[in-house]
């Protein structure tokens, strides 16, 4: 991922607080869960999927405080 992916991803800056990375996820994955795309033709659904993980990946990173600085430096 190229710099700035996982903010650019969820919708946020570098600089936003936790609570604000939480909203932006909770808002992300309601629209990309699998129980919510089920209906859609099968290509779709797949994108889904591949955001729906892309989107769990960066949260993980993000809300981490470790986790968060050493991407913040990899990506600096």
């Known amino acids: 991922m190229s710099a700035g992916d996982y ?4 919708g946020v800056s570098a600089d936003t607080s936790v609570d604000s990375i939480k909203k932006a ?17 099968e290509d779709k659904r797949a994108e889904a999927e591949a955001m729906f993980k892309r989107v769990s990946k960066a949260y993980d990173v ?7 600085a050493a991407y913040d430096r990899s990506v600096a």
Do not use: F, I, S, W
């Open 7 to 10: 903010y650019d991803l969820l």
């Open 62 to 68: 993000l809300v981490d405080p470790d986790e968060r």
């Open 25 to 41: 996820y909770r808002r992300l994955v309601m629209k990309l869960h699998p129980d919510k795309t089920a209906r859609l033709p």
